[in-house]
């Protein structure tokens, strides 16, 4: 029996139009984003519609208008397919969040405006510090590390073999670039972020998020939902929110998660949300897993096709 698991997309995943044709053929959508709306007290569903770009990037809206795709491409997966079961669920940085309240740890609402709670105190964090982040294409993580010590940077992300990000004060990781290329990565690219996600420079936004997450209710998930900063399975309540909290300034290890879960004997991935980031780190990491996605109309007839 295949065991199926769900992830959720971080940031960086959010593109001008997301869940826009969702939510004009399904009225069981439509209903999501205006229930968002309401939660959060501004219109989030059209800037995921219509933009513009600069304001969806803000990370006080990027990060709740990916939550609400993949919340709600999940709603429109279980609508098609009533008898979908998935054994687990994970997410990258904020799509935590989203496997979270999928596992029933928390609540819709209280997810959607933690997460927002969530961006405002990295852009927060983003804009006290002068940071930057960078991919590394074809380093392995050995070497990588040892770029980021002769720098004073760190390891941000653990994608998947031969894609890692390091994130850090924008000088230094000027510095790590040049380091990295001449460890022989074929790649060594500075990326387009806000600030020094995911390092020790987004350590203000801890004490605060620590105090969002105290005011909602948070629950054991009804299936392993796998923590970022682990790459296990969450545990109890009080344990989410210390997760979350250290997510915040700690890597997140996306290929040892994904490992963690392919060793339990899953077999098929559904990502859902925008983007597809998430199926191409699969596909270095164990080629032979089944990949889905929904991010439209379009893949969610695909999705279901290949699910009922």
């Known amino acids: 029996m295949s065991k199926t698991a769900l992830l959720f997309a971080g940031q960086g995943a959010q593109v001008v139009g997301m869940g826009k044709d969702l939510a004009e053929k399904y009225s069981s959508a439509k209903m999501w984003f205006d229930r968002a709306n309401a939660a959060v007290g501004y219109d989030l569903a059209a800037i995921c ?27 429109l997966l279980k609508e098609q397919v009533p008898a979908l079961k998935f054994d687990a669920a994970a997410g990258l940085s904020l799509g935590e969040f989203t496997a979270l309240a999928v596992g029933g740890a928390m609540s819709f609402e209280d997810g959607l405006r933690a997460v927002r709670q969530r961006g405002r105190f990295m852009q927060e964090a ?5 940071g930057g982040m960078a991919a590394i294409i074809g380093l392995d993580e050995a070497p990588t590390r040892e770029v ?5 940077v760190v390891l941000a992300n653990l994608n998947c073999p031969g894609q890692l990000v390091i994130s850090g004060e924008a ?26 996600y995911h390092s020790p ?30 790459a296990l399975p969450h545990d109890r309540p009080s344990g989410i929110r210390e997760r979350l909290v250290e997510q915040v300034t700690s890597s997140v290890l996306w290929e040892q998660s994904m490992r963690t879960l392919l060793t339990q004997g899953f077999t098929r991935f559904v990502e859902l949300g925008p983007g597809t980031a998430l199926s191409g780190f699969m596909r270095r990491i164990d080629k032979n897993a089944q990949m889905l996605n929904v991010a439209d109309v379009a893949s969610l007839e695909t999705t279901v096709k290949a699910l009922v």
């Open 49 to 75: 519609f219509n933009g513009p770009e600069p304001e969806l990037t803000r990370t006080e809206n990027a990060q709740p208008g990916i939550f609400l795709v993949g919340w709600v491409t999940f709603q």
């Open 126 to 130: 983003c804009d006290a510090t002068r």
């Open 148 to 152: 980021c010590a002769a720098a004073g």
């Open 171 to 196: 000088d230094k990781i000027a510095q790590a670039v040049e380091l990295a290329r001449a460890k022989g990565a074929k790649r060594a690219i500075a990326l387009t972020v806000a600030g020094a």
């Open 201 to 230: 420079l987004m350590a203000g936004a801890r004490p605060k998020l620590q105090v969002e997450l105290e005011k909602i209710n948070i629950t054991a998930p009804v299936v392993p939902v796998i923590a970022n900063v682990t």
